[in-house]
DNA sequence: AACGTGTGGTGACCAACGTCACAGGGAGGG
DNA sequence: CCCTCCCTGTGACGTTGGTCACCACACGTT
């Protein structure tokens, strides 16, 4: 197998070094083996539409390499994205468990290692592997939660400042404690307005006023951030 | 055992008659078993809190008889209700399966009847038996589905008038295909607007706006709705 | 160099809706 | 019976932020 977006596919879970203990495929070697041999690697180019909400489920994405974005549309074009996956998550287990259309879109959003498993596989594999099936029934609660926290953030604040200020709090929160804490990502105005349900102009004055109060700031890829504390009373905690 | 808030207790899980098919302990026998030797029957009034956000979790209620409101309150005190749990779902799996705190609050909306499993047991219970993991798993699925339902309406909908429309579909929807469905709900204005993340003022003048131009009509607990394609409309669908 | 395209930055305008304030009505309790 | 809550209904007002329109800049292509 070649090299087709700029790293070697590793094919075999059971010897794989992306794993870490986070991962749901971080399980113990029978299951794995067993795993290994129900899931077709692939790797896809940035930009790859893995699956589309309203389709039937065809299975579950195991993501090993990259970040993907999920989002929803709404009829008017208008989108809202749910989170960007790291690798690790498993993509589309919920309408692969429930047998109900996926309900979320799933785009790469870079070149991306994937693990796809049809969903009569999967379900067997769940079936036969309590571990397994335990493990899952885990990673469906943490995207519960990060569900519930968003729904918090769109229903429960009042102003475009205080999402912001929500969402860079959330970033930074898995950095250790530093003074002036920075964040790498890559997204654009248009994609944050997205995650925080506001417009593209309302995040670009949001970021600009932040900037001004030497808050927080976006140069290039980095965010800075400046003063946490004012953040953290913007968001009322 | 007696009947404190006039019904009779359940206490027998197996030869229990609550139980139907979308009822997560709808299960073979001898699983059904083993969860009736680990849970504990009791009753509640109206009004009882079963745990609170923030909670390190105790373990999981299976509601048996009665509803149960799910909210999440922000620290300024405006408070969003999740949904409203119905007889057969488990609430508070996402804090016990995953070990971290309830991240939203359950409040008994009617007398109910609960079956209440410790964590650890609850735990061990899904390692041995398969079939309930698999049962959990789905049940957490769904959970997720209805996060992600509300989700799109609070993000990607401009309007109040369009989440409310929203919201009396997604009621009807459970009804069969009537010319003129009803829908019988206890719920306040103030209730229907922290569902749909508005304000208490709003859904009043917005169901005065739909008695007006006959849309649906909202009168003592029965809800009529009787121009159901504009509705359709109003969502953008 | 000219051109297209995607992104960031800004001003002006206006509808939606949150908030405050208050009034009427129904239910339950003393 | 009156009193007290709680719910519903409605008017007035002010702010937020969505939308439109436009410009500047960076980058890649022809």
Same mark, same amino acid.
């Given at each position: 197998?070649?090299?087709?977006?700029?790293?070697?596919?590793?094919?075999?879970?059971?010897?794989? %070094?992306?794993?870490?203990?986070?991962?749901?495929?971080?399980?113990?070697?029978?299951?794995?083996?067993?795993?290994?041999?129900?899931?077709? =690697?692939?790797?896809?180019?940035?930009?790859?539409?893995?699956?589309?909400?309203?389709?039937?489920?065809?299975?579950?994405?195991? $993501?090993?390499?990259?970040?993907?974005?999920?989002? =929803? =549309?709404?009829?008017?074009? %208008?989108?809202?994205?749910? %989170?960007?996956?790291?690798?690790?998550?498993?993509?589309?287990?919920?309408?692969?468990?429930?047998?109900?259309?996926? !309900?979320?879109?799933?785009?790469?959003?870079?070149?991306?290692?994937?693990?796809?498993?049809?969903? !009569?596989?999967?379900?067997?594999?769940?079936?036969?592997?309590?571990?397994?099936? $335990? %493990?899952?029934?885990?990673?469906?609660?943490?995207?519960?939660?990060?569900?519930?926290?968003?729904?918090?953030?769109?229903?429960?604040?009042?102003?475009?400042?205080?999402?912001?200020?929500?969402?860079?709090?959330?970033? =930074?929160?898995?950095?250790?404690?530093?003074? !002036?804490?920075?964040?790498?990502?890559?997204?654009?105005?248009?994609?944050?307005?997205?995650?925080?349900?506001?417009?593209?102009?309302?995040?670009?004055?949001?970021?600009?006023?932040?900037?001004?109060?030497?808050?927080?700031?976006?140069?290039?890829?980095?965010?800075?951030?400046?003063?946490?504390?004012?953040? !953290?009373?913007?968001?009322?905690?």
């Amino acid at each position: 197998m070649g090299a087709p977006y700029g790293f070697e596919l590793v094919e075999n879970c059971v010897i794989c %070094k992306l794993r870490s203990d986070s991962f749901f495929c971080s399980l113990p070697k029978a299951t794995l083996e067993a795993f290994d041999r129900i899931k077709y =690697t692939a790797s896809y180019p940035a930009g790859a539409v893995l699956f589309v909400e309203g389709q039937s489920p065809r299975g579950i994405y195991m $993501l090993c390499k990259g970040r993907v974005k999920l989002s =929803t =549309t709404s009829a008017e074009g %208008k989108t809202l994205i749910l %989170k960007i996956a790291q690798p690790g998550e498993v993509l589309g287990m919920h309408a692969t468990v429930s047998g109900t259309p996926y !309900e979320i879109t799933a785009e790469t959003g870079q070149p991306c290692q994937l693990n796809f498993v049809k969903r !009569e596989d999967f379900l067997n594999f769940l079936q036969k592997h309590g571990d397994a099936c $335990l %493990k899952a029934a885990q990673h469906l609660s943490k995207d519960c939660q990060t569900a519930y926290q968003q729904i918090r953030s769109l229903g429960l604040s009042h102003s475009a400042p205080e999402r912001l200020a929500r969402l860079l709090l959330e970033w =930074t929160a898995a950095s250790p404690d530093q003074r !002036e804490p920075k964040v790498k990502l890559a997204l654009t105005h248009e994609e944050i307005a997205q995650i925080i349900g506001t417009s593209r102009e309302t995040v670009t004055r949001v970021l600009a006023d932040f900037r001004k109060r030497q808050i927080a700031v976006l140069k290039g890829s980095t965010l800075t951030i400046r003063n946490k504390p004012i953040l !953290e009373k913007l968001v009322g905690a």
